[in-house]
């Protein structure tokens, strides 16, 4: 059982830690950086994607970082292309091959695809992965409630994760109340509102008073909702920058103000209508 500095339990009982580095839009070189200067800075979870191109790029960064590999937590995620019968396996192979890794703590289904209705199918080709041990952990990303309840009800296995769009501007009660109530662990993906939420006037305010940076009070306020995230730099100093947030604590009306924000302003696409 890996054991990492700032971690939650799953459902599963494995470990995951809180706060991790994203590479969607990173190119394997800056990847590869990328990874390497994270994991060398104590970051202990990166979050990668078939889709996104750069796992040959993760998968140097791990081995260049000198980091054990017991002591890295990597999330990839299987794409819309792969849903069902033997592609999901092959995908998982290919994703394995790439990142040069025997397993993965956690496999991903990236999206539900409702128009092809092939989620639940994939769902058990993921439930037989783990078996294998190819995956340590098996979840999902933007499922809405109907997606979870279809699983839940058809196989009887919950995911540990379900990686949704959440940040200021787009907080997402329902839908991480009902991950809660499934005891399915919610992570935030493009924490920060793809660094829309950097320039906010109250995110300022509160940074001033804390001596912190916006993106930093951003990251405090989705550990502080019990939120796993994995905001994404390529940028050396923000690297480091979003990590050092663990000596520091939002208040109750920082936290109110913050949650104030939300618009309702989704940055992707629809779950129920994409694919
Ligand atoms: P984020 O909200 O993490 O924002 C990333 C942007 O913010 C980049 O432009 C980055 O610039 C900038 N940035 C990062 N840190 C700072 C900082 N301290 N100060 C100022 N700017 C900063 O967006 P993402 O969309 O990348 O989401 C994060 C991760 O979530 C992705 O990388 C991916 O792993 C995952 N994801 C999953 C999806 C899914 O469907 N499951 C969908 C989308 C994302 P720079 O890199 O130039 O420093």
């Not at 080709?125 to 997606?147: D, M, P, Q, T």
């Not at 103000?257 to 209508?273: A, Q, V, W």
Request: aromatic share 8%.
């Amino acid at each position: 059982m890996a054991i990492f500095k700032e971690q939650v339990t799953l459902n599963d009982g494995q470990n995951i830690p809180k706060l991790g580095l994203g590479v969607w839009q990173a190119t394997q070189e800056q990847a590869s950086i990328a990874v390497r200067e994270a994991l060398q800075h104590g970051y202990q979870l990166i979050d990668t994607a078939a889709i996104y191109e750069n796992e040959q790029g993760v998968g140097r960064g791990i081995q260049e970082s000198g980091v054990k590999r017991e002591d890295v937590f990597v999330t990839t995620k299987v794409w819309n292309d792969a849903h069902g019968g033997e592609a999901t396996a092959i995908a998982l192979e290919q994703s394995l091959e790439r990142l040069k890794l025997d397993y993965v703590d956690l496999y991903l289904i990236h999206w539900p695809v409702p128009s092809t209705d092939k989620y639940v199918e994939t769902w058990q080709n993921l439930i037989s992965l783990k078996e294998k041990g190819l995956v340590r952990s098996i979840g999902v990303s933007n499922f809405h409630e109907a997606h979870l309840r279809r699983l839940l009800n058809e196989t009887g296995v919950t995911p540990a994760i379900n990686q949704i769009e959440i940040h200021p501007y787009f907080q997402q009660r329902p839908l991480r109340a009902v991950n809660q109530e499934l005891n399915i662990r919610t992570q935030s993906w493009s924490p920060l509102a793809q660094n829309k939420a950097i320039e906010d006037e109250v995110i300022k305010t509160i940074a001033l008073k804390h001596n912190k940076t916006t993106a930093q009070i951003i990251i405090r306020w989705h550990l502080q909702n019990d939120l796993i995230l994995i905001p994404k730099t390529v940028t050396p100093t923000r690297i480091k920058e979003n990590f050092d947030v663990f000596n520091f604590e939002l208040d109750d009306e920082d936290l109110k103000r913050i949650s104030l924000l939300d618009r309702g302003e989704r940055l992707g696409p629809d779950p129920d209508l994409f694919g």
